[in-house]
């Protein structure tokens, strides 16, 4: 059961908030998605796209697939409310924040290993350009969700940011991955991993700030 507290808090702040028309808000979202995941995929494809070299079309193939899926379960938990208005439990928005880093990690690790040489130390590329590149992208996504769902989380603003940030962070590494050919530990570790829980710490650092609702007189 809620809280009195809470209750007041979430009735205060749908009394502040006029009730938007649904279908404006519908192209508003369906506007803003698409313009961050326009701007993601032209960074993506400015610089360079697919670069499959050296691997092979199945190593590419498998990991590509083990990233998509892994992006859209989180996608559904962090954009999704699970029936109800006050959004995802909190224990299912912490399970996929520390699942799903974990997941995309291990799969490309383990999937790569199946190959010959596919995770063979590369001392030229240490993995800047991916965290810069992985950053670059996923900013965008999640920007667009922090801004579609200010002021709508009376609960776990923090949690739900968080969510968001590694939904954001799980798209950035499925373009990156197809960008980048090296599947050496340490590489992805700075190059793919950082930039995936930099994302989750900012997007749980909005959550807080932005997710939250904020009602006054209470």
Request: net charge positive; glycine share 10%.
């Amino acid at each position: 059961m809620l809280s009195h507290e809470l209750k007041a808090r979430v009735l205060q702040g749908a009394r502040a908030t006029p009730a938007p028309d649904r279908m404006a808000m519908r192209r508003i979202e369906t506007l803003a998605v698409a313009a961050a995941t326009a701007i993601a995929v032209g960074l993506f494809v400015a610089l360079g796209g697919l670069r499959a070299a050296p691997r092979p079309e199945l190593l590419i193939a498998g990991t590509s697939l083990g990233a998509v899926l892994v992006a859209l379960a989180a996608a559904w938990t962090a954009l999704g409310r699970g029936g109800s208005m006050l959004g995802r439990p909190r224990a299912v928005l912490a399970a996929t924040t520390i699942a799903a880093p974990a997941v995309l990690f291990a799969w490309k690790v383990l999937f790569s290993t199946r190959f010959a040489g596919m995770t063979d130390p590369w001392p030229d590329r240490p993995g800047l350009k991916c965290l810069a590149l992985s950053l670059a992208v996923g900013v965008w996504p999640l920007a667009a969700c922090v801004l579609l769902r200010r002021g709508s989380d009376p609960l776990h603003p923090t949690l739900s940011g968080a969510a968001l940030g590694v939904t954001a962070g799980a798209l950035s590494w499925t373009l990156v991955d197809l960008w980048c050919p090296v599947a050496y530990v340490p590489h992805l570790l700075l190059g793919h991993l950082l930039p995936l829980l930099m994302l989750t710490g900012i997007g749980a650092a909005l959550g807080a700030r932005v997710l939250a609702v904020r009602a006054t007189g209470i």
